[in-house]
């Protein structure tokens, strides 16, 4: 069965319906992937998962639906303990010092989480040690010994993350063990090629130790079945593909448990020394926040997690597609009492002015430092990156692109259209709804196109694509600013005050819809807008639903407030200085990364003063015909002036280098370059990019024949 739906641009789309989707779900379960606790928040993270996780979460809220919004903090694994040992404190201090900055982090960009949890809680501790000793119990483990990666120096296995190696898949030779960042593939850290401990740097011997698999190959037919065969049709194209190309590949063994001390013990015999396999542990997170939730709340959690008309929906990265997709569901089958989930509407990565996000390169925008350098501008980062969502390839984000998103759109459009309305209608009838009169047919047109806005809006949410529900949001703003256009209402009201008196009642209306609908995308303009127009004393705020329902969504002889402005232009200067952050954090990049060559040969005393190198001036410079890199430079020696040929074309023009200082090595032989004889040589060093430099004297007491000694 298909239902085909029309967006505003008049294209025809069709959504496949299963059986499954035929009746509403009775409440949803809504998670987001927990982030490491090692470091603060970027907009990476907002663009892939929390942001279209809250605008899903907001919107089901306001259509009337039981939702919960569930996350937390990943306060397990090696990444944790790295950073430790780099700041030479505990994981706890860490975790502690991270879990704090996050969660306010959320909550001040407002994302609305009904639990926002942690992984050292002992909730979770206790509901993860029973998830796995339930498995284990039912015998869905396969105990083996097997040959790990072992660091002799450290004395201690590695863990995944302690191991860097050459991805076996594209030869990247950063990867992790567990995953390659640079093409997203999983991996045992066995399988990378010419593999280092990240604690020494020495190559890794095996060593035999016992661990628990999740023998992923028992569930290789129920995965086809239910995502191969179930999922085509819902599930986004990244997505599918990812888990077909493995599903495709075979699926082995996985284990579930690791040599660490820092985590969760592993609850079986045998288990001392070891903890859970993060990646066991963390989506189990899901379940122990919710209960977490439960417990504050005085509800029943189970009917979140085991009841089928409950629709669970992850919301992750490209990075996390297997652990949701293919892992996490083998552990919940393997349980048996718990749901699956409906959809994993992943995203792709956002990459930052052209160049990979990269968090140890503090190439990032960090929520924290957004927020207090963009006070009460919460609505136009989410804008900007719902706008630009990495929502089926990888997207860039740019401080242009943000500027011009505020300025061209948010403040020229949707902020344009609310203060003409609120200012016209404080002006012409002290801020009172005006009685219409009969509605013209372009009035009714409008009023029929408002009410259509919420259907057209839901459909593109209810298929994940969040970039197409906000721009049907910005349309709705679009009508209102060409409806005023068109009527004109300065115009007119000096001709026709009852006409006016219409046209100013089919805006506000078109202004309360905005107020509702905007809610999900741009919660904190919503607020503000709705406080302009005292929606809190309405007899009751219209929902989601009722703005494509109600005929009168603000009624005449309603008061409201003076015009505030809801967005305020971004200058360049503001712009300017956040390029100039990113410039600085390539600029120290580049030293700290720099290769230095390696010292030559030792040599005497005797051998250095050989070498004569005096001050000069370049008196003239000319490009040497047919040759790309040469200049053939006329220099004053102070001995005398002499012709040098010197291979600095492709970092200077022969104009530029005249009447620079430089320092020149005398006494080299003279050799020919392309017929022409070269008396000397340049001093010059290069940049980390590559770039020629000059070794000159700055000081201009400094005078030409000088030795340097």
Same mark, same amino acid.
Request: proline residues 5%; charged residues 25%.
């Given at each position: 069965?298909?239902i085909?739906?029309?967006?505003r641009s008049? &294209?025809?789309?069709?959504c496949?319906?299963f059986?499954?989707?035929?009746?509403a779900?009775?409440?949803?379960?809504?998670?987001?992937a927990?982030p490491y606790?090692?470091?603060?928040?970027?907009?990476g993270?907002l663009a892939?998962?929390y942001?279209? +996780? =809250?605008?899903?979460?907001?919107?089901?809220?306001?259509?009337?639906?039981?939702?919960?919004?569930?996350g937390?903090s990943d306060?397990?694994g090696v990444?944790i303990?790295?950073?430790a040992?780099?700041?030479g404190v505990?994981p706890?201090?860490?975790?502690?010092?991270?879990?704090a900055?996050?969660?306010?982090s959320?909550e001040?960009?407002g994302?609305?989480?009904?639990?926002?949890?942690?992984?050292?809680?002992?909730?979770h501790?206790?509901t993860?040690s029973?998830?796995?000793?339930t498995?284990?119990n039912?015998?869905?483990?396969i105990?083996?010994?097997?040959?790990?990666?072992?660091d +002799?120096?450290a004395n201690?296995?590695?863990? =995944?993350r302690?191991?860097i190696? #050459?991805?076996p898949?594209?030869?990247?030779?950063?990867?992790?063990?567990?995953?390659?960042?640079?093409?997203?593939?999983s991996?045992? %850290?066995?399988?990378?090629i010419n593999p280092?401990?990240?604690?020494?740097?020495?190559?890794?011997?095996?060593?035999?130790?016992?661990?628990w698999f999740?023998p992923?190959?028992?569930?290789?037919?129920f995965?086809?079945e239910w995502?191969?065969?179930?999922h085509?049709?819902?599930?986004k194209?990244n997505?599918?593909?990812?888990?077909?190309?493995?599903?495709?590949?075979?699926l082995?063994?996985?284990?579930?448990t690791?040599?660490?001390?820092?985590?969760?013990?592993v609850p079986a015999?045998?288990g001392?020394g070891k903890?859970?396999?993060v990646w066991f542990? *963390?989506?189990?997170g899901?379940?122990?926040?919710t209960i977490?939730?439960?417990?504050?709340?005085?509800k029943?959690w189970?009917?979140?997690?085991?009841d089928k008309d409950?629709?669970?929906?992850?919301f992750?990265?490209?990075d996390?597609?297997?652990?949701?997709?293919?892992i996490?569901? *083998?552990?919940?089958k *393997?349980?048996g009492?718990y749901i699956?989930?409906?959809n994993?509407?992943?995203?792709e990565?956002?990459?930052?002015e052209?160049?990979?996000l990269s968090?140890?390169?503090?190439w990032?925008?960090?929520l924290?430092?957004y927020l207090?350098?963009f006070?009460?501008?919460q609505?136009v980062?989410?804008? *900007?990156?719902t706008s630009?969502?990495?929502? #089926?390839?990888d997207n860039d984000?740019?401080?242009?692109?943000f500027?011009?998103?505020?300025n061209?759109?948010l403040?020229a459009i949707?902020? &344009?259209?609310?203060?003409?309305?609120v200012?016209l209608?404080n002006?012409?009838y002290?801020?009172?709804?005006?009685?219409?009169?009969?509605?013209?047919?372009?009035?009714?047109?409008t009023?029929?196109?408002v009410?259509?806005?919420p259907?057209?809006i839901?459909?593109?949410l209810?298929?994940y694509?969040?970039?197409e529900?906000?721009q049907e949001l910005?349309?709705?703003?679009?009508l209102g600013?060409k409806?005023?256009?068109d009527e004109e209402?300065?115009?007119?009201i000096?001709?026709?005050e009852?006409?006016?008196?219409?046209?100013m009642?089919?805006a506000l209306?078109?202004?309360?819809?905005?107020?509702?609908?905007?809610?999900?995308f741009?919660?904190?303009?919503?607020k503000k807008?709705k406080?302009i127009l005292?929606h809190? %004393?309405?007899?009751?705020?219209?929902?989601?639903n009722?703005?494509?329902t109600?005929?009168i969504?603000?009624?005449?002889?309603h008061?409201i407030?003076?015009?505030?402005?809801l967005?305020?232009?971004?200058?360049?200067?503001?712009?300017?200085?956040q390029?100039?952050?990113l410039?600085?954090?390539?600029k120290?990049?580049?030293v700290e990364?720099?290769?230095v060559?390696?010292?030559?040969?030792?040599?005497?005393?005797?051998?250095f003063?050989k070498?004569?190198m005096r001050?000069?001036?370049i008196?003239e410079?000319e490009?040497?015909?047919? +040759?790309?890199?040469?200049?053939?430079l006329?220099v004053?020696?102070?001995?005398?002036?002499r012709?040098?040929v010197?291979?600095?074309?492709?970092?200077?023009?022969?104009e530029?280098?005249?009447?620079?200082r430089?320092?020149?090595?005398v006494?080299?032989a003279p050799r020919a370059?392309r017929?022409?004889?070269?008396?000397?040589?340049?001093l010059m060093?290069e940049?980390?990019?590559g770039k020629?430099?000059?070794?000159?004297?700055?000081d201009?007491a400094?005078? &030409?024949?000088?030795q340097?000694?």
């Amino acid at each position: 069965m298909y239902i085909f739906f029309l967006n505003r641009s008049q &294209n025809a789309y069709f959504c496949p319906l299963f059986k499954k989707e035929m009746s509403a779900p009775k409440r949803y379960t809504i998670t987001t992937a927990l982030p490491y606790t090692n470091g603060p928040i970027h907009i990476g993270h907002l663009a892939g998962v929390y942001v279209p +996780a =809250d605008i899903y979460a907001r919107y089901l809220r306001l259509t009337g639906n039981d939702v919960i919004l569930i996350g937390g903090s990943d306060e397990h694994g090696v990444p944790i303990t790295i950073k430790a040992k780099n700041e030479g404190v505990s994981p706890q201090d860490v975790v502690d010092k991270y879990h704090a900055i996050i969660k306010k982090s959320f909550e001040d960009f407002g994302i609305t989480f009904d639990n926002y949890s942690r992984t050292s809680a002992k909730v979770h501790h206790k509901t993860a040690s029973e998830f796995f000793t339930t498995l284990n119990n039912k015998g869905e483990f396969i105990e083996e010994v097997t040959e790990q990666l072992y660091d +002799a120096e450290a004395n201690q296995f590695l863990a =995944d993350r302690f191991v860097i190696g #050459t991805c076996p898949k594209c030869g990247n030779e950063e990867s992790y063990g567990d995953q390659c960042e640079n093409c997203g593939t999983s991996h045992n %850290a066995t399988d990378l090629i010419n593999p280092k401990s990240a604690l020494t740097g020495n190559t890794p011997t095996l060593k035999q130790t016992k661990h628990w698999f999740l023998p992923l190959d028992k569930h290789e037919a129920f995965l086809k079945e239910w995502i191969l065969e179930g999922h085509k049709k819902d599930w986004k194209s990244n997505v599918y593909g990812q888990c077909k190309s493995w599903i495709d590949d075979g699926l082995r063994p996985r284990a579930v448990t690791r040599d660490l001390d820092w985590g969760i013990p592993v609850p079986a015999e045998g288990g001392e020394g070891k903890v859970l396999y993060v990646w066991f542990d *963390a989506p189990i997170g899901y379940i122990s926040s919710t209960i977490e939730w439960a417990e504050r709340e005085g509800k029943n959690w189970e009917p979140y997690w085991k009841d089928k008309d409950t629709k669970l929906v992850h919301f992750i990265g490209k990075d996390n597609i297997v652990f949701h997709c293919i892992i996490f569901p *083998a552990m919940l089958k *393997a349980e048996g009492s718990y749901i699956l989930p409906e959809n994993v509407p992943a995203n792709e990565f956002l990459n930052l002015e052209g160049n990979k996000l990269s968090t140890s390169k503090n190439w990032a925008v960090w929520l924290p430092e957004y927020l207090e350098e963009f006070p009460g501008q919460q609505d136009v980062l989410r804008y *900007a990156l719902t706008s630009n969502a990495p929502e #089926t390839k990888d997207n860039d984000f740019t401080w242009k692109d943000f500027q011009a998103r505020n300025n061209n759109e948010l403040v020229a459009i949707f902020g &344009n259209f609310i203060n003409r309305v609120v200012v016209l209608t404080n002006k012409y009838y002290d801020g009172v709804i005006p009685e219409p009169n009969a509605l013209s047919q372009i009035d009714e047109e409008t009023l029929a196109a408002v009410k259509a806005y919420p259907d057209v809006i839901s459909s593109s949410l209810e298929r994940y694509r969040f970039r197409e529900a906000q721009q049907e949001l910005m349309n709705l703003a679009r009508l209102g600013n060409k409806y005023l256009a068109d009527e004109e209402p300065w115009k007119v009201i000096k001709v026709d005050e009852e006409r006016t008196k219409t046209i100013m009642y089919v805006a506000l209306q078109i202004a309360s819809a905005l107020a509702t609908l905007s809610e999900p995308f741009l919660p904190f303009t919503s607020k503000k807008l709705k406080d302009i127009l005292c929606h809190s %004393a309405l007899d009751a705020e219209s929902t989601w639903n009722e703005v494509k329902t109600k005929e009168i969504l603000i009624p005449a002889g309603h008061k409201i407030r003076k015009a505030e402005l809801l967005f305020s232009k971004i200058e360049d200067t503001t712009i300017q200085a956040q390029l100039d952050k990113l410039e600085a954090s390539k600029k120290a990049n580049e030293v700290e990364n720099a290769v230095v060559e390696p010292q030559k040969d030792t040599i005497t005393f005797e051998d250095f003063t050989k070498l004569d190198m005096r001050v000069g001036t370049i008196l003239e410079a000319e490009k040497m015909p047919k +040759a790309k890199k040469l200049l053939v430079l006329k220099v004053d020696t102070g001995i005398d002036v002499r012709t040098i040929v010197s291979g600095i074309a492709e970092s200077f023009t022969a104009e530029e280098v005249v009447g620079k200082r430089v320092t020149v090595l005398v006494n080299l032989a003279p050799r020919a370059l392309r017929g022409v004889e070269s008396e000397g040589m340049i001093l010059m060093t290069e940049t980390p990019d590559g770039k020629l430099v000059f070794v000159n004297p700055d000081d201009t007491a400094v005078t &030409n024949g000088l030795q340097i000694s």
